[in-house]
């Protein structure tokens, strides 16, 4: 246990091999002013419950067990600070003015008042990225997420919206039931449009397709639509959104409208939440009321990467485990960004090693060239093999591969330097050097000068080889494997 001030403590681990887990005050405890023990030491076991839960039931890989201890630990550290923070206003000195920087102004207890509000109604609480919650980046390319004020890590914050079936003013909130469910939150913007009608009906072959996740009693869908609740009829909705996995009976409190309801006024639960009614939106809901992934529902990669996040966290007892994940797009990304700083690495270790190669080789014929000619064709021979050793280095090191730009289906590779007449012609030039070297190392063998001709071949050869590694190492076609990124199933 840390214990910088006696009254602040806070656990340094909350669980054990993630079979042992500790909770409450039992791992963190604060002074009174703060008032948040209990609320933090239930949520504290929520978080833990619904996941050992899930486990035990086999509806969730173990591994999402570590995470009560990443997501806990940060809020309790959160909780201290704010302790701290706030039991200084409580025990300070009051400013006298002013000007009195070292005591309490009324200003600045209001402005902690203010910020711990957030904190204690646990609406400003915010997992980070894991097996569980998605990373933002990811979703800023899924959806704009700054259009929405729903955050990921973030609990999902209700807002009143009407029954479809009774007219009942509704907490959507109320309607997320604490049972071990996820639910996938559709707001599929107005269906008494046929677009928009239509569009929900994709999704809903998708969620009911018993080859996937989605149809698994572990996840259940949610409809909110913008359409005028008179204008819809239930059955005209997709039956995912109403029908139920162990009966032939319907569930009628899944399907909600954002409308006026008759004595409780409007929700207006799309502007709260930022919704655009066109482009409508998915909101991926943990158990535990958190969010873990939103996107817009018009394109059915969105669809199958709902699926691929869903699956990194949930497993169903039919599953085959031989069966690979689809992985999702961070999962993917990070895959391609990893594939390149390998591919990098490595392509820069053979680089190295043919350009000393070719220095080696260089050394050697400056040395032939001083010490070994005995005539003047000997020393001709041994410069033109000495230029064109160094001329093959410069090509190596300066005259690389740069990635390839895409002319319809194939890449097109181009010289990573600048376009001067030497990068122009210099290769050639030195393919017509090795040439000439290598039609005298074939003149000296038919002479039987086997040490010779071994010595005029040796420039073309490492020419030859230069050239074959330099196109080897060329750079990954990182256009085409974005472009697979989303068909790519298993590691
Ligand atoms: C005066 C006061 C006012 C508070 N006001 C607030 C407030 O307004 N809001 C708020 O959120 N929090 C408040 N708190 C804090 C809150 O009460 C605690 O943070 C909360 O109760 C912690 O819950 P817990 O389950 O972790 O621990 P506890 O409630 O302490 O539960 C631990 C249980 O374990 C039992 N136990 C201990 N050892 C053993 C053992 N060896 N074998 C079996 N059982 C054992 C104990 O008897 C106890 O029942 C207040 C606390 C105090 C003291």
Redesign the pocket.
């Known amino acids: 246990m840390l214990s910088a001030n006696p009254r602040q403590r806070l656990a340094n681990g909350f669980a054990l091999h993630d079979r042992v887990f500790l ?4 791992v963190h ?1 604060h002074s ?1 002013k ?9 949520h ?2 929520y978080n833990l419950v619904w996941k050992i839960g899930a486990v035990l039931n086999e509806t969730a890989h173990r591994p999402i067990l570590s995470t009560y201890q990443s997501e806990r630990r940060m809020v309790a550290q959160q909780l201290i600070d704010f302790d701290k923070q706030f039991s200084r206003m409580f025990s300070g000195r009051p400013a006298r003015d002013i000007a009195d920087e070292a005591g309490i102004s009324m200003k600045d207890f209001k402005e902690t008042f203010a910020t711990g509000n957030q904190f204690t109604s646990g609406a400003s609480v915010e997992y980070a990225e894991s097996i569980l919650i998605s990373g933002q980046q990811k979703c800023a390319t899924s959806v704009a997420e700054g259009q929405s004020n729903l955050h990921i890590g973030r609990r999902f914050p209700s807002q009143q919206v009407v029954c479809q079936c009774d007219a009942t003013p509704v907490q959507l909130g109320d309607a997320l039931r604490s049972d071990g469910k996820w639910r996938l939150v559709v707001f599929s913007g107005d269906i008494s449009h046929e677009h928009s009608m239509q569009r929900l009906r994709t999704l809903s072959t998708r969620l009911e397709s018993s080859d996937s996740i989605l149809s698994k009693p572990v996840l259940e869908p949610i409809l909110v639509h913008s359409a005028p609740r008179r204008d819809v009829e239930l059955l005209d909705v997709p039956t995912a959104f109403y029908s139920r996995k162990d009966t032939t009976a319907y569930d009628y409190y899944r399907v909600y409208a954002d409308d006026e309801s008759y004595h409780h006024g409007h929700g207006e639960a799309y502007e709260a939440y930022g919704v655009d009614s066109e482009e409508g939106l998915m909101v991926l809901v943990q158990p535990d009321m958190y969010f873990a992934w939103l996107a817009i529902i018009c394109s059915t990669q969105q669809i199958g990467m709902v699926t691929a996040r869903l699956r990194r966290a949930v497993k169903y007892p039919s599953d085959d485990e031989d069966e690979p994940d689809e992985l999702d797009e961070e999962h993917q990304e990070k895959l391609i960004a990893d594939l390149q700083a390998t591919d990098a690495q490595r392509n820069e270790l053979y680089l190295m090693l043919f350009l000393t190669l070719q220095l080696a080789g260089a050394l050697y014929f400056a040395y032939a060239f001083v010490f070994r000619s005995r005539n003047a064709q000997q020393r001709l021979l041994a410069l033109l093999s000495l230029s064109s050793t160094l001329c093959t280095a410069y090509i190596l090191h300066y005259m690389r591969i740069e990635a390839p730009r895409r002319k319809g289906k194939t890449a097109v590779y181009k010289l990573n330097a600048a376009k001067g007449p030497v990068e122009e012609y210099l290769a050639y030039l030195n393919a017509a050097l090795a040439a000439m070297l290598l039609l005298a190392a074939i003149l000296s063998w038919h002479r039987s000068l086997f040490e010779d001709a071994a010595r005029q071949a040796l420039p073309a050869i490492l020419f030859g080889s230069a050239m074959f590694v330099r196109q080897q190492v060329a750079p990954l076609d990182m256009e085409e494997l974005q472009k697979a990124k989303y068909n790519y199933k298993g590691a």
């Open positions: 909770a409450g005050d039992a405890t009174p703060a008032g948040q023990g209990m609320n933090v030491s239930i504290d076991t």
